[in-house]
T-cell receptor, first 109, second 121 residues
Framework: GQNIDQPTEMTATEGAIVQINCTYQ??????LFWYQQHAGEAPTFLSY??LDGLEEKGRFSSFLSRSKGYSYLLLKELQMKDSASYLC??????????WGAGTKLIIKP | GAVVSQHPSWVICKSGTSVKIECRSL??????MFWYRQFPKQSLMLMAT?????????EQGVEKDKFLINHASLTLSTLTVTSAHPEDSSFYIC?????????????????FGPGTRLTVL
């Protein structure tokens, strides 16, 4: 079957760094996406990894290891507005995104 | 990134009425659009995949006669909730697939609309 595993909730301090891990099992693989979703809003695209390695984009970086079925999202210099849910979504062989429940990130001053 | 709009952003209707939700890709053509539903504190659930010019593909358990999808152009898909009931109250979100790039540098990304909050009384 297809499965996504992320921590349910994480807490971090403003200005700090946090890493949100994701392990996945899918039928085929066509890349992995990270989305940010604030409460009551639709997801917004953060990153896309299809090859192994680290992709850096400003304060956010995303890493992928296809052999391990593992990805992480790294958020630096945390700001209060980063409080949101972070969704790891691999794309399967049918080019469909597989969604888990996401990780709720709480930022404290 | 690419922009997807959704209209209306919220709607309140009486039980038994039909509601149409529009999803538009504003700066790219989307041959494929997706419709999701999300209940409070739950993950996104894919309802159907909409391909331009053909019938939508519905996920198991989603009634195609109740949730009518039309994808008449490369920039517009509509979802009509027919004979809505209170249990259909939810956050409906569309996404549009942007398959772009040249040579070996193609990217395949879904961009989401802002969502439509439906409340059926």
């Amino acid at each position: 079957g297809q499965n996504i595993d992320q921590p349910t909730e994480m807490t971090a301090t403003e200005g700090a760094i946090v890493q949100i891990n994701c392990t996945y099992q899918t039928s085929g693989f066509n890349g992995l996406f990270w989305y940010q979703q604030h409460a009551g809003e639709a997801p917004t695209f953060l990153s896309y990894n299809v090859l192994d390695g680290l992709e850096e984009k400003g304060r956010f970086s995303s890493f992928l290891s296809r052999s391990k079925g593992y990805s992480y999202l790294l958020l630096k210099e945390l700001q209060m507005k980063d409080s949101a849910s972070y969704l790891c979504a691999p794309m399967d062989s049918n080019y469909q995104l597989i969604w888990g429940a996401g990780t709720k990130l709480i930022i404290k001053p | 990134g690419a922009v997807v709009s959704q209209h209306p952003s919220w709607v309140i209707c009486k039980s038994g009425t039909s509601v149409k939700i529009e999803c538009r890709s504003l700066d790219f053509q989307a041959t494929t659009m997706f419709w999701y539903r999300q209940f409070p504190k739950q993950s996104l659930m894919l309802m159907a995949t909409s391909n331009e010019g053909s019938k939508a593909t519905y996920e198991q358990g989603v009634e195609k006669d109740k949730f009518l999808i039309n994808h008449a152009s490369l920039t517009l898909s509509t979802l009509t909730v027919t004979s809505a009931h209170p249990e259909d109250s939810s956050f409906y979100i569309c996404s549009a697939r942007d398959f772009a790039g040249e040579g070996g540098l193609k990217t395949d990304t879904q961009y989401f609309g802002p969502g439509t909050r439906l409340t059926v009384l």
